[in-house]
């Protein structure tokens, strides 16, 4: 049996589509540092990992949350997937732009670890997120702990063969 | 058991990939493994939860687990070993093999998935939709490493 939370266009599609919009202008508009497919990997990236999680801990038998709308899966829940995009790329593109050292890395991703539960506090509180089954968002920060952790495995890997060509 | 014998064919196709020679970059590969599972994880939530086609046991956790393995590893990866011998191989003979062979390959495990009640179908089309589902998963893995393999390489976004 679906759950349907409402069925208007209002703050969960507009949050959704105004972060899109203002990430996607960020990747554009700030001056290029990688090339175009390592810039794709970065953004596509955080939009596989946060459906990889949310298609398994969002789903029976867990199903701790649902998106957007209704349980089922509609337009406007794949839209959010694509939002976590620009996150994911930003991401990288300070680490890159600061040349953040490796005794650093805790701390950086700490960081943006923070700014991701506060990021998915305010989409809860617009109703991009509806938990269920007891979730709390503090179980959300492992969560980023570990994506955020994988990115940077993921960057110094592309790096490591651009400096070994 | 359903648990150990989707780890081992996940160990096998890893095994496979990483012996198939591969004439796509590192990048190629990551951001084609993303896509692919962006696609493939796609078309399984729109069959399980919209149109009710194909849907995976929620009961157990450990068919959950097997499950997983099976959308997220298994079909993935197996669809990067496809593209890089299409993409490795110019005789026409050779990519229609291979393009047999894969099927083969996805559509018994597919079986495999249902046999052992990973995944249920509604419908009395079990076979054919099945076949249907893997063949157009392998269409749009074929035409998105196009898609991929002809991005310039230069600096951009």
Redesign the interface.
């Known amino acids: 049996m679906d759950i349907v939370y409402d069925q208007k266009f209002n703050s969960n599609e507009w949050f959704v589509i105004i972060t899109l919009i203002i990430g996607v202008i960020l990747v554009w508009k700030l001056p290029k540092r990688f090339s175009i497919k390592q810039s794709l990997v970065y953004f596509i990236g955080f939009v596989f990992f946060g459906l990889v999680f949310d298609s398994t801990v969002g789903i029976e038998p867990f199903d701790y949350y649902d998106v957007i709308d209704k349980s089922s899966y509609e337009l406007m829940d794949f839209v959010s997937y694509l939002s976590y995009g620009p996150f994911g790329y930003l991401f990288i593109y300070f680490y890159d732009y600061f040349k953040i050292k490796n005794k650093y890395n805790t701390i950086y991703v700490l960081l943006w670890t923070i700014i991701s539960v506060v990021t998915e506090y305010f989409a809860h509180a617009f109703g991009v997120f509806h938990y269920k089954n007891g979730y709390e968002i503090y179980y959300s920060f492992p969560i980023y702990l570990l994506i955020l952790m994988s990115y940077l495995g993921l960057y110094k890997l592309l790096n490591s063969k651009k400096a070994n060509k | 058991m359903a648990v150990a014998l989707f780890v081992f064919i996940a160990w096998v196709i890893i095994s496979v990939y990483f012996f198939v020679p591969k004439r796509l970059?590192?990048?190629?590969i990551?951001?084609l493994f993303?896509?692919f599972?962006?696609i493939t994880?796609?078309i399984?939530?729109?069959l399980?939860?919209?149109l009710k086609l194909i849907q995976?046991n929620?009961?157990?956790?450990k068919l959950?687990i097997s499950f997983?393995i099976h959308r997220?590893i298994i079909i993935p990866l197996t669809l990067i070993i496809f593209v890089n011998f299409m993409n490795n191989f110019k005789s026409k003979i050779k990519k229609f093999i291979t393009t047999v062979l894969v099927f083969s390959i996805l559509y018994l495990i597919n079986l495999l998935a249902f046999g052992i009640g990973l995944l249920t179908y509604s419908t009395n089309l079990f076979y054919l939709g099945s076949a249907i589902f893997l063949a157009a998963l392998m269409l749009l893995a074929f035409l998105t490493m196009k898609l991929?393999t002809k991005?310039?390489?230069?600096?951009?976004?």
């Open positions: 970059s590192t990048e190629e990551i951001l993303f896509l599972t962006i994880i796609n399984f939530v729109i399980d939860f919209n995976h929620n009961k157990s956790p959950f997983w997220n991929v991005l310039p390489e230069g600096k951009s976004m």
